[in-house]
């Protein structure tokens, strides 16, 4: 058995000011996110300030569709009892399902102010998005978060305050799947022309699968337990339809004529390989 590492969940306590591990999580994964954007921004024909435009938009809809899905599937006694602890981020409590929600949303608003595609758009930003995933789950790590199952295994670890058995570190296993896996395997794929909606599908289809999977490992949320055939989880449930409309995009992606690339003309519309 691993010990469990004593992390303080807060970084940083001037006085009543306190700064904590996992709100810092989300600015590494934006600025991750806009660093990126202005690398590749020249594939869109988007400028530098565009750039600082899109990641406003999808933080908006990342903060705001994280949280609001969170109350809706998982914390919904919580938020009755105390509509506040909407606001009380730093306390954790993060849907992915909502906060990609809240993405998708944030996207059609801005592709169609910036007379883009909507799939032109969603793989642009797919790349970018795994990094914010990995960090928020080492957030979710350190808050003592997402304990796993009880293992036997070399690598379990003892989580704070739930007793002394060793169990599986899960947020590390989301961490290098959604993470460290999904970005390597997105950033390769996106770096040279291919059919519009892949990266976009396989963003889908690879998230899906790697949640389903690690949900067999991951403690479920203790007021849910399991939500149906006695072994799937509410994280499994919300990831099937993701793993299914993954599919159906690549596949839908596989029928276009030609590969496309991201450069557009000024005009807006899409110009082809020669």
């Keep these: ?10 970084a940083i306590a001037i006085g009543p000011v306190q ?15 806009w660093l990126l954007g202005r690398y590749r921004a020249h594939r869109l024909g988007l400028s530098q300030d565009d750039i600082g435009d899109l990641i406003f938009y999808g933080a908006l809809g990342v903060v ?13 006694d919580q938020f009755l009892a105390n509509p506040l602890w909407l606001f009380r981020l730093w306390e954790g409590g993060m849907s992915f399902h909502g906060g990609l929600t809240g993405v998708l949303v944030a996207a059609l608003l801005f592709a169609r102010k910036h007379r883009l595609g909507f799939f032109q758009l969603t793989d642009f ?24 199952r009880i293992s036997d295994l070399p690598w379990a670890m003892a989580f704070p305050h739930m007793g002394s058995e060793p169990r599986h570190p899960s947020a590390l296993y989301e961490f290098a799947l959604e993470g460290v896996v999904l970005f390597a395997v997105l950033w390769w794929l996106s770096r040279r022309p291919r059919r519009r909606g892949l990266i976009s599908g396989l963003f889908l289809l690879l998230y899906g699968i790697f949640r389903f999977i690690v949900e067999f490992v991951r403690l479920p949320d203790p007021h849910l337990g ?10 499994q449930l919300l990831s099937l339809p993701m793993v299914v409309a993954g599919m159906a995009l690549v596949a839908w992606s596989r029928r276009q004529s030609r590969p496309l690339d991201e450069q557009r003309h000024p005009e807006g519309s899409i110009s082809t390989p020669r």
């Design 1 to 10: 058995m691993m010990q469990y590492p004593q992390i303080d969940p807060i």
């Design 19 to 33: 700064v904590h591990w996992y709100g810092l999580m989300y600015v590494v994964g934006f600025v991750a996110a």
């Design 64 to 76: 705001l569709g994280g949280r609001l899905g969170y109350a809706l599937f998982y914390g919904m």
């Design 125 to 148: 930003i797919a790349p970018m998005v795994p990094i914010g995933l990995g960090a928020g789950r080492l957030g979710n790590f350190i808050n003592h978060e997402l304990p796993g």
């Design 226 to 235: 399991f939500i149906a055939f006695g072994w799937l989880t509410m994280g």
